[in-house]
């Protein structure tokens, strides 16, 4: 038999997967694996230590998933987060094909419930998120326009310009330019 899963809303980070592993080991609960969003429990937890476990996530910003749907989004969000924040570069797939094979289901169906229940759809959220990175990028000045727009699978440098100015109201040398004036603002302070 499998073990058990409990998912976790906003976990998001490394940082996030230590942190509830520390908050697991206070509550004794045994865990044999702890990912992005899900924890795989080696032995049942008891419902004092499942609430005990919820007050403690929700002290520290996270929270303990019940329902499938928000299960099923979280995880759309961690797979999507994992692809374009922590891989070396994006999938070279089309996205929604990428997004159906890693969760195994159809497509239309994760676009559906996605849609309905966050208010934008998953091409939304890949695009503000793609928009994060590219700041990201441009802040540690380590790659130029036409690089990052490679490594985020725009088909040009235009493409980037055109989605950042969308999201942003700003074109990407402008948001860099005033990135720049108020780190030299600060460090004159």
């Not at 019940?66 to 979280?74: A, R, V």
């Not at 890949?126 to 790659?143: A, G, H, S, T």
């Amino acid at each position: 038999m499998e073990n058990p899963r409990i998912h976790i809303k906003y976990m998001v980070s490394l940082r996030c997967i230590m942190v509830v592993k520390e908050e697991l080991n206070k509550l004794g609960i045994r865990y044999s694996s702890v990912n992005l969003g899900e924890v795989e429990i080696a032995e049942k937890i008891t419902s004092s230590q499942k609430d005990a476990l919820r007050i403690n996530l929700k002290k520290i910003g996270l929270e303990l998933l019940d329902d499938k749907k928000s299960i099923l989004i979280d995880k759309i969000k961690n797979e999507i987060i994992k692809m374009i924040h922590q891989s070396e570069s994006l999938p070279r797939i089309n996205y929604s094909d990428f997004i159906s094979e890693q969760l195994g289901y159809d497509y239309t169906y994760l676009s559906n419930i996605f849609s309905e229940v966050q208010g934008i759809t998953i091409q939304q959220f890949i695009i503000f998120n793609k928009i994060e990175k590219v700041k990201e990028m441009l802040l540690y000045n380590e790659f130029n326009l036409t690089e990052i727009s490679y490594q985020l699978d725009y088909s040009s440098v235009s493409h980037l310009s055109n989605q950042f100015k969308k999201v942003t109201g700003l074109t990407p040398s402008f948001y860099k330019y005033m990135k720049e004036m108020r780190k030299k603002n600060l460090n004159m302070d």
